[in-house]
């Protein structure tokens, strides 16, 4: 089955940035797209078609994409962004697939 | 306000048959896909299941299929998903969600299924 694979963790100071990738077969066809989700609660979508920012996310949320990776990247880190990320699209047969998640971990 | 609120989850035991039910409010529920995924505690997402606007098309994962079925009722604004033969790996948050253009926009706040004896 299709898998998108994203590291495990990503520690940052604040103010710092944070980069987060997501590798997988099918996303040089395929949108992506990441998900914060904070404990107890449920997902926020941050960024839609690979790059996309829904209104409300802040400007320092960005997406980028090269080839089979795509990239979450938080700009000037705060303390609130500590969260799990989660990269999402689908695969050839139109079924849905999330990543691994990272755990973003503000120092 | 779009709104997605969950319910039928609890416990029930291997073997069994549980049906979860989501309320759709604030948007028109009959012209947007829904989607069912799931969170085992202290794990990642997974993506359960989608079903399309009207009904007529559906799709699942492959941990799921021929077990779990979706539906929707329009005129009820309703999105249900009937879990039958449920394993102890199916103990999980489950959540629906909205989908817009491929992303999945707005998410209840889920609903706890233990599968246990």
């Known amino acids: 089955s299709y898998e998108l694979t994203q590291p495990p963790s990503v520690s940052v100071s604040p103010g710092q940035t944070a980069r987060i990738t997501c590798s997988g077969d099918?996303?040089?066809?395929?949108?992506a797209y990441w998900y914060q989700q904070k404990p107890g609660q449920a997902p926020v979508l941050v960024i839609y078609?690979?790059?996309e920012r829904p209104s409300g996310i802040p400007e320092r949320f960005s997406g980028s994409s090269s080839g089979t990776t795509v990239t979450l990247t938080i700009s000037g880190v705060q303390a609130e962004d500590e969260a799990d990320y989660y990269c999402?699209?689908?695969?050839?047969?139109?079924?849905?697939?999330f990543g691994t998640g990272t755990k973003v971990t503000v120092l | 306000e779009v709104q997605l609120v969950e319910s039928g989850g609890g416990l029930v035991q291997p073997g069994g048959s549980l049906r979860l039910s989501c309320a759709a409010s604030?948007?028109?529920?009959?012209?947007?896909?829904m989607h069912w995924v799931r969170q085992a505690p202290g794990k990642g997402l997974v993506w359960v299941s989608r079903?399309?606007?009207?009904?007529?098309?559906?799709s699942y994962a492959d941990s799921v299929k021929g077990r779990f079925t979706i539906s929707r009722d329009n005129a009820k604004n309703t999105l249900y998903l009937q879990m039958n033969s449920l394993r102890a790996e199916d103990t999980a948050v489950y959540y629906c969600?909205?989908?817009?253009?491929?992303?999945?926009?707005?998410w209840g706040q889920g609903t706890l299924v233990t599968v246990s004896s």
């Open positions: 969600a909205r989908d817009e253009e491929g992303s999945l926009s707005y």
């Open positions: 078609k690979d790059s």
């Open positions: 604030g948007f028109t529920f009959s012209s947007y896909w």
């Open positions: 999402q699209s689908a695969d050839s047969s139109g079924s849905y697939v």
């Open positions: 079903i399309n606007s009207d009904g007529s098309s559906t």
């Open positions: 099918a996303l040089p066809k395929q949108y």
